[in-house]
Nanobody, 120 residues
Framework: VQLQASGGGLVQAGGSLRLSCAAS????????MGWYRQAPGKQRDLVAT???????NYVDSVKGRFTISRDNAKNTVYLQMNSLKSEDTAVYYC???????????????WGQGTQVTVSS
C-alpha cells in the first residue's frame, strides 16, 4: 500500500484546510485509514481515523472542528479542518492499516508528511 498526502499549507487562525490522502497498491486490504500529526519536539499523535464501514474516531482536541471522510471508490481519505488554531500546527501524516488473508497481524503504512502551519 502506498499513500500520497496533499493539501497542507499556511493558514491564519480560524481558517480552514482540507488534507487528502490517496492510497494505491493493495487497497483491498485496507481496514482503516487515518491522520496523525507531529509537532516539533513532540511525538506523533492520533488525530482521526475512519474504518471501511465509515466509523470515525477523533482526538478530543479536534472534535467539532475536524471531519474525516473517505471515498472508497477513489481509495482516498480526507481531513477537513475548520476553525484552525495555532496548536494545530504540525506535520500531518496519513496512515492506513491493512490485513491480508491468512496473516494474523495488522500492517501499518504511512504517507509522507504534509506541513500544516496556523498563524495566530
Amino acid at each position: 500500500v502506498q499513500l500520497q498526502a496533499s493539501g497542507g499549507g499556511l493558514v491564519q487562525a480560524g481558517g480552514s484546510l482540507r488534507l487528502s490522502c490517496a492510497a494505491s497498491g493493495s487497497t483491498f486490504s485496507i481496514t482503516r485509514m487515518g491522520w496523525y500529526r507531529q509537532a516539533p519536539g513532540k511525538q506523533r499523535d492520533l488525530v482521526a481515523t475512519i474504518t471501511t464501514g465509515g466509523a470515525t474516531n477523533y482526538v478530543d482536541s479536534v472534535k467539532g472542528r475536524f471531519t474525516i471522510s473517505r471515498d472508497n471508490a477513489k481509495n482516498t481519505v480526507y481531513l477537513q479542518m475548520n476553525s484552525l488554531k495555532s496548536e494545530d500546527t504540525a506535520v500531518y501524516y496519513c496512515n492506513a492499516e491493512a490485513r491480508y488473508r491468512d496473516i494474523d497481524r495488522t500492517y501499518a503504512y504511512w504517507g509522507q508528511g504534509t506541513q500544516v502551519t496556523v498563524s495566530s
